[in-house]
Nanobody, 115 residues
């Protein structure tokens, strides 16, 4: 079992920045990939960025050049630095960890970008 706790969400004006954090606990040594997903009202959950245990990163086209996923050590914690935020980035952001093909999810943190 893996438990994930996100923090760092909030309200920001367009053009501003936020940094999200995700702390994992439990069986963290089995984690392969961690990532951030988001879900806006009335829309499906979508991938934002992922980072593998080897440090390889992947980003959604909509956030490339603006968001950066990183981590302090091998797997924990994981950060999402969000710059040049746009109103369309408004969503609940979820941290995810993949362990043996199964995804574990955090409770989510709200990010609201005002125009």
């Amino acid at each position: 079992q893996v438990q994930l706790v996100e923090s760092g969400g909030g309200l920001v004006q367009a053009g501003g920045s936020l940094r999200l954090s995700c702390a994992a606990s439990g069986s963290i040594f089995g984690i392969n990939t961690m990532g951030w997903y988001r879900q806006a009202p009335g829309k499906q959950r979508e991938l934002v960025a992922t980072i593998t245990s080897g440090g390889s990163t992947n980003y959604a086209d909509s956030v490339k050049g603006r968001f950066t996923i990183s981590r302090d050590n091998a797997k924990n914690p994981v950060y999402l630095q969000m710059n040049s935020l746009k109103p369309e980035d408004t969503a609940v952001y979820y941290c995810a960890a993949n362990v043996g093909g199964r995804n574990y999810w955090g409770q989510g943190t709200q990010v609201t970008v005002s125009s």
